[in-house]
């Protein structure tokens, strides 16, 4: 069991999302990065599909019972265990009784820029799967832990490692993290996007001024969606939309013309032009995109895009090969 | 990316375009018709067995698809879509027919007299209507077992409440413009709520997990009225 002594802002269990149930009206939901939960299970031997935690901001301490073996990915918000650091895509062993804490955005005076953390413990999060996953469904209220954010006080069950003894005590290792590409001289973060369905609808100059704004990332943003504030995108006249698919990723301009790019939480139909989408190989980034952070959003065509695809899967590949070389199980 | 031919034997050709590097949306020239949605689910029932395809999502007057690139090349799936439309039937996908008892007004349905005020009718007047119409599921969305449904008697078309409320009470039954649905879970909401129902329109334990399903009729059958 793992005790919940603090959440943090917003922490739920998640695993790779629900997926199959979107004519119903049901999001995917899921880790908002899927790279970074799948790299944390293979470092404890788990398999990709096992359930681990999502952390928001830090502010967030867990205490484990049993012997276990960690892994944390994303933001680490200065995490340690029992006082002793634990750096992010690393994999430690845990004794019974000892605390993983992550320090609040603010600690010490300090605004940290992170804003997610993502935990898989061996053995997974063991609670039931709903519609084959495990993740929280917030908005819905199933899934995850009854349905629900986690609070102070919760004991969670973790399933059946796949580590043996000796393999659950061996001393901390690490893996190289993803690659953030080449960095932005402004410290903005980038994004590949393909154009829209209705990309056309929008002015040029608001065509332009996606590619050449810089996004600031509003703290309204959530699992649903990063609400981006900047340029006022216009379109060249109004008019409604009927309701149509959106997928994590969607760039969705409402009257407004500030943009939203929606996440696992986002339903499953909308009704704003689509301007862009994020291509899936770049999720992860806006996943860790810290608030008040700044984005630029940078056109690709779709063979752009399956290429950065291909390197990701590639990547994670390699990183497969290397724990299965080492006698690691799990990465299936 | 747009596809030349508007139309085979007269029938209007989807709009194909990429919705990110993985997923295809299939949009048909307005208006948006009974026959047409029909066709859509009928295209989303075909593509789910192609290999490659993931998910299909009915939106209205669209669908979308989701796609594994590395086992289905977009040129393939485009050609797959623009093959298959024509031949597609509008009776291919034949809706269950679900009654759905209502609690008319009073608690239940607060909005109810303020309905009958905009339509000028009676608040039984409007019971009688919403119940003697027969609705089409045109799809789900919003929320897990929402239903976007057609065949409101365009008498009882009333604008949305001015003031959304934060939280409109689970398996309310509402009028939002020209639509009627019901809230299959508590949310916030801007529709005019005229009654509730005590059938659970989802149930994530349940198989299917929602009450409804894309090309459902539904009946709303009025268990009592308070006025």
């Not at chain 1, 293979?42 to 012997?67: H, I, K, P, S, Y």
């Not at chain 1, 029992?82 to 004794?95: E, M």
């Not at chain 1, 043996?164 to 690490?174: I, L, T």
């Not at chain 1, 986002?266 to 704003?272: D, I, L, M, V």
Request: glycine residues 12%.
């Amino acid at each position: 069991m793992i005790v919940v002594r603090k959440p943090g802002v917003l922490a739920s269990v998640q695993d790779l999302g629900r997926h199959g149930h979107r004519q119903l009206g049901i999001c995917p939901g899921g880790a908002l990065d899927v790279l970074a939960l799948t790299l944390a299970n293979r470092l404890v031997g788990n398999a990709d599909r096992a359930a681990g935690l999502e952390l928001t901001m830090g502010g967030c301490e867990l205490q484990f019972e049993a012997d276990t073996r960690i892994a944390l990915a994303g933001d680490d918000f200065g995490a340690s265990l029992d006082g002793v650091p634990l750096w992010p895509c690393w994999s430690v062993p845990v004794a019974a009784g000892q605390t993983l804490r992550l320090a609040g955005a603010n600690a010490g005076g300090t605004k940290k820029p992170g804003v997610r953390s993502w935990l898989a413990v061996a053995g997974g999060i063991d609670v039931p799967p709903v519609l084959d996953s495990r993740s929280t469904d917030l908005k819905a209220g199933f899934g995850g832990l009854q349905g629900r954010a986690l609070r102070k006080g919760d004991r969670l069950p973790t399933g059946v490692a796949m580590l043996d003894a000796a393999q659950r005590e061996r001393r901390p290792f690490g893996i190289r993290g993803p690659d953030w590409g080449p960095a932005e001289d402004d410290g903005a973060i980038a994004l590949r996007v393909l154009p829209g369905p209705e990309f056309e609808l929008f002015t040029l100059a608001a065509r332009e001024q996606l590619w050449g704004e810089r996004w600031r990332i509003t703290p309204q943003s959530n699992r649903m969606g990063s609400r981006l504030e900047g340029a006022e995108l216009r379109r060249k006249r109004s008019g409604d939309m009927l309701s149509s698919g959106v997928i994590p990723g969607t760039i969705q301009v409402p009257p407004s013309g500030q943009p939203i790019i929606l996440m696992g939480d986002a339903q499953t139909t909308g009704g704003y032009p689509r301007i862009g989408v994020v291509i899936r190989a770049d999720l992860w980034k806006l996943a860790q995109a810290p608030l008040n952070g700044r984005l630029r959003l940078v056109q690709v065509d779709q063979p752009q895009a399956l290429a950065a695809w291909a390197g990701q899967q590639r990547y994670l590949a390699q990183v497969a090969q290397g724990l299965a070389a080492a006698g690691w199980p799990g990465a299936a | 990316m747009t596809t030349g031919r508007r139309e085979v034997n007269d029938v209007p050709l989807p709009r194909l375009h990429l919705l990110g590097d993985a997923a295809l949306l299939c949009d048909l020239p307005a208006p948006a018709t009974l026959a047409q949605q029909q066709r859509i689910w009928a295209l989303a029932e075909h593509a789910r067995e192609w290999p490659g395809v993931g998910e299909t999502l009915p939106g209205m007057n669209n669908l979308t698809l989701t796609f594994d690139p590395t086992a289905i090349d977009l040129d393939t799936l485009t050609a797959r879509v623009l093959e298959a439309w024509p031949k597609l039937s509008a009776g291919a996908v034949e809706g269950r027919l679900v009654e759905i008892p209502v609690a008319y007004g009073g608690e239940h349905g607060p909005d109810l007299a303020d309905v009958a005020a905009h339509t000028g009718f009676t608040p039984a007047e409007v019971v009688r209507r919403h119940t003697a119409a027969e609705y089409v599921v045109y799809l789900l969305g919003f929320l897990p077992g929402f239903s976007f449904m057609g065949g409101l008697p365009p008498e009882l078309a009333t604008p949305r409440r001015a003031e959304p409320r934060l939280a409109v009470p689970a398996r309310s039954v509402g009028i939002g413009g020209e639509q009627t649905g019901i809230y299959p879970l508590v949310s916030p909401g801007g529709w005019q709520l005229i009654g509730r129902t005590p059938l659970e329109m989802f149930d994530p334990a349940a198989e299917p997990p929602t009450l409804l399903r894309p090309g459902d009729r539904v009946r709303f059958v009025a268990e009592s009225v308070q006025t």
